[in-house]
């Protein structure tokens, strides 16, 4: 069995100072999923943010089973809820044998509020990925509505 990927690593956790790793660490939940096994399902109360540190997982809208994401080694999933405490607007599948760290929001928060320079570099790194998000689905957007005005 290979070695857990080291949480500095991870998108989310870049710029982490070294002595916070650990307060994550604490928190941190591995989890394996065989090809096929659903995550969590579209209207599931969400509870923890992942982020995969082997495999693929699929995001499927429950309309007609279409994937709409696709997240790969080193990606974050599931992080919108942890900032609006919503539902999960999707599901999510391990489309190969796949290995999550898993957060749990509850524990996550508890160790953002006690370490403000933690808090400060997950939550910037979470802005500029949502950005990056934000920037493509609006890209996808515009060739579509180009295409369908064609």
């Known amino acids: 069995m290979e070695p857990p990927v080291p949480l500095e690593a991870f998108y989310l956790f870049r710029g982490v100072p070294a002595s916070e790793v650990a307060a994550l660490q604490a928190v941190a939940q591995r989890k394996n999923y065989a090809t096929g096994d659903m995550i969590f399902d579209e209207g599931d109360r969400a509870e923890a943010m992942?982020?995969?540190?082997?495999?693929?997982?699929?995001?499927?809208?429950?309309?007609?089973?279409?994937?709409?994401?696709?997240?790969?080694?080193?990606?974050?999933?599931?992080?919108?809820?942890?900032?609006?405490?919503?539902?999960?607007?999707?599901?999510?599948?391990?489309?190969?044998?796949?290995?999550?760290?898993?957060?749990?929001?509850?524990?996550?928060?508890?160790v953002l509020l006690a370490r403000p320079t933690l808090a400060a570099a997950v939550y910037l790194n979470a802005c500029l990925f949502m950005a990056r998000r934000l920037r493509q689905t609006s890209s996808d957007y515009s060739w579509l509505s180009a295409y369908a005005r064609s």
């Open 50 to 110: 992942y982020v995969v540190e082997r495999g693929v997982v699929e995001i499927v809208s429950s309309r007609g089973d279409t994937v709409v994401a696709t997240i790969r080694a080193g990606e974050p999933f599931g992080e919108v809820a942890f900032f609006d405490a919503g539902t999960r607007s999707a599901s999510a599948r391990a489309a190969e044998a796949t290995q999550l760290v898993t957060f749990p929001y509850a524990a996550m928060r508890e």
